[in-house]
């Protein structure tokens, strides 16, 4: 008994008659594996139960997608529809002009991007790296900025626009999100962790400063800029309520205005045609943060040469 | 190749005093080390010949032209950090490139000189790598490659070898003098150390609180130092002193008041014959470390505590023991620390037979 209890490590009983002082080690060794085993397990079902909320929605709007109007009715929902019905994505991109949406949600999203790059980073390293006349001042006023919700000043941002004649135009719709304080906020953060050794070597090495951003300071916070780009994109690729203010025609409205009104076609919610359409819309999302998550997981470790 | 001047050069962080009217001339092709406790000014010294930091008074000239307005990278100076400071995420090739490339040299000669450096540092099979897959060592002859490369008239390196562990350090010591003396160009070093000032400088400046107390050769420092600091901070261990309150038997003779007397731990005999002219004192061996070729006891005194080196010799064993330090052997000092060469002991005779 007391041999099998050695190679198993499991408590057993016969165990405890032994009494000596390896043996009631043995049995508190075994006692916690067990718990660890039991501790493991426990932290498991929690796990799946969280990644259950999370999925939950999404499978549901997958299997939406692929039923017929009548079968999306049913109670209890089927989960999985047993003739899928792949049409659904074709009927929800012809609701509308889904192409022009796709082409204006991507000019719009990238477009914001590449001006908020070119905004933030020297931003960035100027606050993280110069001291000048009011340089915490106005980054006090650059942190002010993230706490004042859009919906607050959206209608003088309208109107200068409107004046300006942006309405409807793509411009009008990127122009508002130039440059983002959350980003440089975030990469001023970033910046800051750089040795500044590293910049006086590229200085004796007569890099300028714009080389040094480029070269040197850029490469460094990689993973920080995907993990932005990633909130950026999906931020504007998902943004509703600017691009309702800004747009009244088909010329600039985006992805996301385009789903909403496959809802209004029929005067009926289509929920099969609505979530074949919100697929669509999140497709490029998934896409982009599969290939990036190493990089995000990296933006949370920081890793330096020492 | 190239002469740097300091003129009346000083530096303040807002109102804190760092240096103050600081002259000094580091002579072409000279291996000079800036040496002195933390906090000296050596590092700010250091940082202002590069151009890294704004001298707040005073000229600044190497190899004869004014830098006082010109940029780092246009200085001809090229500077190892004491954590070699290399591009992460450049390749060692990249790191040694990078300065090539700004400078705007060809492609062809990019890699001749790339390939030349390498060979001279032993990093050939290593130029593909990054930073962070290389051992101390390794980064160490990177950021010298580095250095190197751009053939500057001036090489800065500031503690550089504070991160080596202590046999790398000795090798590497010895690989930047055999450096210095294949180069020929000035080299400015920078090090807390003293051991390392002596034995790798041919002129050793001595800094202390922002200012120059002592700039020699490291036998000149050694034997003939000018001021109480410069004594104490060059040798291991440090020169011992006594406050002359404390000095018993010792009558002297100087223009100026006497304010201290030191002998050196290696210059004091142990257990010597009486006949031996010098000042005696009488003491007890508290410690006693033996390091093989030579042994260092901690002997206290009636005048304080001392520390005596003998060299090759066997381990004193009794705890009762009389050092003799010959009268040539001593240093004298005023009370503000500079030293008084012209001392002459009244009562030689007296001393030693009056003396223990």
Known sequence: MKAANETVGIPAKGAVIGGSMTVVRKKQAAWKTAVNVILQAANVICLLALVLIFALPFVWMISTSLKTMPETMIFPPEWIPSNPVWHNYIDAWNTGPFLKYFTNSVIIAVGILILQMATIIPAAYAFARYQFAGSKLLFGVVMVTLMIPAQLIFLPVYLELSALKLLNTHLGLILPFASSAFGIFLLRQAFMQISEELIEAARLDQASEWKIIARVMVPLVKPVLVTFTLFSFIAHWNDYFWPLVMTTNETARTLPLGIAKIREVEGVATWNILMAGNLILVAPILIVFFFSQRQIIRAFVYNGVK | MAQIELKHVSKKFKDDVVIEDLNLTIKDGSFTVLVGPSGCGKSTTLRMIAGLEKQSGGEIWIGGRCVNDTAPGQREVAMVFQNYALYPTMTVRGNIEFGLKNKGIGKQERQTLISDISEIVGLTPHLDKKPQNLSGGQRQRVALARAMVKK?????????????????????????????????????????????????????????????????????????????????????????VMNIRDVQGLELEAADRVGFVGFRPEQALIGVNKNTEGYCLEGEIITSESLGAENIY??????????????LESLVKTSRVSVVIPYEHLYYFQSDGERIREVYIRSQQLVSAGGL
């Open chain 2, 152 to 240: 500057p008239k001036v090489f800065i390196l500031d503690e550089p070898l504070s991160n080596l562990d202590a046999k790398l350090r000795n090798q590497m010591r010895t690989e930047l003098i055999q450096l210095h003396k294949r180069l020929g160009t000035t080299f400015v070093y920078v090090t807390h150390d003293q051991m390392e000032a002596m034995s790798m400088g041919d002129e050793i400046v001595v800094m202390d609180k922002g200012m120059i107390q002592q700039a020699d050769s490291p036998l000149k420092l050694y034997h003939d130092p000018v001021n109480l600091f410069t004594a104490q901070f060059i040798g291991t261990p440090a020169m011992n």
């Open chain 2, 298 to 311: 901690q002997i206290k005194t009636g005048s304080g505590v001392f520390f005596v080196k003998t060299f």
